[in-house]
């Protein structure tokens, strides 16, 4: 697979999002399936690979068994943030630098590394100024315990900030032909004048834009989707029509929708790098076969033409998680 680079890291044209596999759609993958998923997406080409410590220790330790094999030739990144083992099992921002400290230790002894390839602030705490937070990774990087520095879901006035305190590698958001606010709120922006990688999570629409999904699907009681507004059934219905485009556009490539929606976010800039999730096989196949779709200057115009006539329903976020982003 072709290479990219975000800041001066590089990786594959597309990644691998292992959050799905014990975290947020549903009943987790069975470990031995995972972790020969993860080593097929290796065999592949991927070599860049997402986790967090928020999705589970499960997670992370999947992850390092499945790709210690391939020890020193893969980027792995995890993400902080977040207290971690509370009895309660809610999400509570923290990004104090002492707890940054603690959960790095974590981090290290699930992935069974010495030190962490790209360590993102999973979501801006506004208890604690980005300074802070950028100063205790630089330290961590001074230590050797993290390699380089990135933020998820971060507003570019944060990502500034902390980048001049340390130099940010990666921003990651949601990006994607059903969310494209990266484009409006400065963050692609900043991210191209400061020489910043930018990491689109969902880049399938938490999977609608594969065509797999319509109306009529019911998700298992444990997806998150169930939460989402623009997964109502309403919205799903009403939000057909981009999937009926990349139908359209996939079916003279010989393509899929998902490929064409993948290949879309490649051709928006040399320093995008998608991150696609999956459990299946064939999916991970699919996803890997966007990286060699081309989509030409009349096919990006024919997209841009089409979905500006289309009005996308449904929020992506229920309102309180819709808060903790964009900070």
Not at 93 to 117: A, F, K, M, Y
Not at 318 to 324: A, V
Request: aromatic share 8%; net charge neutral.
């Amino acid at each position: 697979m072709k290479k990219r680079k975000l800041g001066d890291l590089e990786v594959s044209a597309i990644g691998y999002g292992a959050m799905g596999l014990s975290h947020g759609y549903g009943p987790a993958t069975g470990r031995q399936q995972a972790i020969s998923l993860l080593r097929a997406a290796v065999e592949r080409g991927v070599t860049f690979f997402d986790t967090a410590q928020i999705y589970g220790a499960e997670n992370e330790e999947i992850v390092s068994e499945a790709l210690a094999p391939f020890r020193g030739q893969l980027v792995i990144a995890t993400k902080f943030g977040f207290e971690l083992g509370r009895a309660d099992k809610q999400q509570v921002l923290n990004s104090r630098p002492e707890n940054i400290r603690q959960v790095t230790e974590g981090s290290l002894q699930r992935l069974r590394v010495d030190s962490i390839d790209l360590y993102y602030q999973h979501r801006v705490d506004p208890d604690v100024p980005i300074e802070d937070v950028a100063g205790t990774v630089k330290e961590l990087i001074q230590e050797g315990k993290v390699k380089h520095f990135g933020l998820s879901e971060a507003g570019a006035p944060t990502i500034r900030r902390a980048h001049r305190v340390l130099p940010v590698t990666a921003v990651q958001s949601e990006y994607s032909l059903w969310w494209r606010e990266p484009e409006t709120n400065g963050v692609l922006t900043a991210c191209e004048e400061l020489g910043i990688g930018f990491v689109p999570f969902s880049p399938l629409g938490k999977g609608f834009l594969t065509g797999k999904i319509d109306e009529t699907t019911t998700f298992d009681s444990s997806d998150f989707r169930n939460i989402v507004p623009r997964f109502s059934a309403e919205n799903r219905k009403a939000n057909q029509a981009v999937v009926d485009l990349l139908a359209r556009i996939a079916g003279e490539k010989r393509a899929t929708p998902a490929q064409i929606a993948l290949a879309w976010l490649l051709a928006r800039k040399p320093w995008i790098v998608p991150i696609p999730g999956t459990t299946k096989l064939h999916r991970l196949e699919e996803n890997v076969g966007a990286a060699t779709v081309e989509l030409t200057a009349g096919d990006l115009r024919e997209i841009e033409d089409v979905v500006a006539t289309i009005t996308i329903h449904g929020a992506r976020y229920p309102e309180h998680l819709q808060q903790r982003v964009g900070r």
